[in-house]
Structures are given as structure tokens and as C-alpha cells.
């Protein structure tokens, strides 16, 4: 049986469209990691950092974690209160990326 996939929108701010030739938008199809697993946000931006690399190394630090300086907001909740990259994504998911506000 085949593993569940989902494209996934990733919704940019300015400040990070350089490092995707000015899009504002960003799709992958995040993979889930078994036949009974969804895909997870963490699925989506490993898949992101083969197609997108510049754009996953701002959204993500050197231990996978996402930055303390972003927000991703899925479903209107931030990823971080639902489970960070752990977080199911439905099918058709928008991540809306945000820079934190200080």
C-alpha cells in the first residue's frame, strides 16, 4: 500500500522570496513516513530542502528545529502549539511563514 501524500502551500513573506526567484508561494508534496502516518510538517520542509535549499536553511537550524524567529501558522494555529514538525498536515495544508515580531 502506497504511503499517504499531500501537497503542501508554503505562503511567504517578502523578506524570504529572494531565496525563491521572488515567489510568494512555495508547493511540495510532503510524503507521510508509513502507510498509517499522515504527512508532517517536518516531512514537508525535508522535502523543501531538496527542491528549495536556500529558502529551508532560514526556516530551519542546524539541529531540523524551526528558527526561533519564525512562526509557521497552520490550520490558523502556530506549528509550535500543535506540535512543531511532528504537526499532521490535512490535505491541501497552507503554511503561512511569518518572521516573530520582537
Do not use: Q
Not at 490558523?76 to 503561512?96: F, H, I, K, Q, T
Amino acid at each position: 500500500m502506497a504511503r499517504p501524500v499531500t501537497m503542501v502551500v508554503f505562503v511567504l513573506p517578502g523578506s524570504l522570496r529572494r531565496w525563491v526567484s521572488g515567489l510568494g508561494e512555495v508547493k511540495v508534496f510532503a510524503v507521510g513516513a508509513d502507510t498509517d502516518t499522515p504527512p508532517t510538517l517536518g516531512a514537508a520542509l525535508d522535502k523543501l530542502r531538496r527542491t528549495h535549499p536556500l529558502l529551508e536553511e532560514r526556516l530551519r537550524d542546524e539541529y531540523g528545529r524551526i528558527r526561533r524567529h519564525i512562526s509557521m501558522i497552520v490550520s490558523g494555529e502556530n506549528a509550535r502549539g500543535l506540535g512543531s514538525l511532528d504537526l499532521a498536515l490535512p490535505p491541501g495544508a497552507e503554511v503561512y511563514v511569518l518572521p516573530t515580531l520582537a
